[in-house]
């Protein structure tokens, strides 16, 4: 079975646009979480969906932004981006209490 | 708010030696912990889950332990290798309810580098 997967790999945006990441959990998975890894840190919760509704948010702008669909891929949104905004975007999913499963991720540079 | 305090921030040794990574958590709270491995570049992978209600878990030459009472869980690498070099995380999970559902609190990780 394929592992959470992420698209796009790497981009780059300029500050101000807004960019679109994609998630396809594990089959099976019903519980899709963003994460923003900035270097040299451990990554940060931003949102967690589970059947499509949101469960947690974290302490992050209204500029961010997420869904996820009735196949339970999710996609997080980010507008007005900032250069602090350069990060690597995590996506993980999970069976109820059970183990956590990350992709590969989503690294963003904003200049 | 959970904090989670990894020790030490790096870590060097050469090949063969076992050692310890440490990780604290300030709530005692938690549904379960996970260890996390991370290469350079790259997304975590998952290395062993411990329920809140277990002391331990192990897999291969890897051992995690939890005392939820104090707030620490260790993970125990034996007999490393160079391909063990990497960013070791661990991350807690609260009991489930309320907004944090699902949420990981994560450490800042430890940098273990294993020469030959």
């Known amino acids: 079975d394929a592992g959470v997967t992420q698209s796009p790999t790497h981009l780059i945006k300029t500050r101000g646009q807004q960019v679109t990441l994609r998630c396809s959990p594990i089959?099976?998975?019903?519980?899709v979480s963003w994460y923003q890894q900035v270097l040299g840190q451990g990554p940060q919760f931003i949102f967690q969906?589970?059947?499509?509704?949101?469960?947690g948010r974290g302490n992050f702008p209204d500029r961010f932004s997420a869904r996820q669909f009735p196949n339970y891929s999710s996609e997080l949104n980010v507008n007005a981006l900032l250069l602090g905004d350069s990060a690597l975007y995590l996506c993980?999913?999970?069976?109820?209490?059970?183990?956590?499963?990350f992709g590969e991720g989503s690294w963003l540079t904003v200049v | 708010k959970q904090e989670v305090t990894q020790i030490p921030a790096a870590l060097s040794v050469p090949e063969g030696e076992n050692l310890v990574l440490n990780c604290s958590f300030t709530?005692?709270?938690?549904?379960?912990l996970q260890w996390f491995r991370q290469d350079p570049g790259k997304g975590l992978t998952s290395l062993l889950l411990?329920?809140?209600?277990?002391r331990e878990q192990t897999s291969g030459r890897l051992n995690a332990s939890l005392d939820k009472s104090s707030g620490r869980s260790t993970l125990y690498i034996a007999a490393s290798q160079p391909g063990d070099s990497a960013t070791y995380l661990c991350?807690?999970?609260?009991?489930?309810?309320?907004?944090?559902?699902?949420?990981?609190?994560f450490g800042q990780g430890t940098i273990l580098t294993v020469h030959p």
């Open positions: 709530d005692s709270a938690i549904y379960n």
């Open positions: 089959s099976g998975h019903k519980s």
């Open positions: 969906y589970y059947e499509k509704e949101e469960r």
């Open positions: 411990i329920q809140s209600s277990q």
């Open positions: 993980a999913s999970s069976s109820s209490g059970n183990t956590i499963y």
């Open positions: 991350a807690v999970r609260p009991i489930p309810g309320g907004t944090s559902y699902g949420k990981l609190t």
